[in-house]
Nanobody, 124 residues
Framework: QVQLVESRGGLVQAGGSLRLSCVAS????????VAWFRQALGQAREFVAA????????YYADSVKGRFTISRENANNTMWLQMSRLKPEDTAVYYC?????????????????WGQGTQVTVSS
C-alpha cells in the first residue's frame, strides 16, 4: 500500500501563487509516477500534471501549462505543484495520486492511490 498526504491548500487572490506538496509513504517505490488532479464543485475530476519518479518526465494539462510546475524529490518521496498566475477557474479540490502503470495516464481510473484532497480557492 501507498499513502499520500497533501499539504494544506488555501485561499489566494487571482494572479497569486501557491505551492502544494505531497508526501508518499509505504511502498512508494512500487509506483511509477505521481500526479495532481483537481475537481471543481459539480465537475468531473481532471488531470492537472504528472511526473515520473525515475526520469522526472513532466506532463501538463493545456489549461495549466506555463503556469504550474510539477517537481519531485526522490530521497524524501515528495512531490510539489507550484501554481503561479492563478485564476478563479483554478478553484478546486486538488488531489495527489500515484500509479503503478509503467506509463503516465491522464485518466483518474488508472491511478491506484489517492490523497485526501486539499481545497484551493482563487478569489477574483
Amino acid at each position: 500500500q501507498v499513502q499520500l498526504v497533501e499539504s494544506r491548500g488555501g485561499l489566494v487572490q487571482a494572479g497569486g501563487s501557491l505551492r502544494l506538496s505531497c508526501v508518499a509513504s509505504g511502498r512508494a517505490s512500487t509506483t511509477y509516477a505521481v500526479a495532481w488532479f483537481r475537481q471543481a464543485l459539480g465537475q468531473a475530476r481532471e488531470f492537472v500534471a504528472a511526473i515520473t519518479w525515475g526520469g522526472g518526465g513532466t506532463y501538463y494539462a493545456d489549461s495549466v501549462k506555463g503556469r504550474f510546475t510539477i517537481s519531485r524529490e526522490n530521497a524524501n518521496n515528495t512531490m510539489w505543484l507550484q501554481m503561479s498566475r492563478l485564476k478563479p477557474e483554478d478553484t478546486a479540490v486538488y488531489y495527489c495520486a500515484a500509479t503503478s502503470q509503467l506509463w503516465v495516464p491522464r485518466n483518474s481510473r488508472d491511478y491506484d492511490y489517492w490523497g485526501q484532497g486539499t481545497q484551493v480557492t482563487v478569489s477574483s
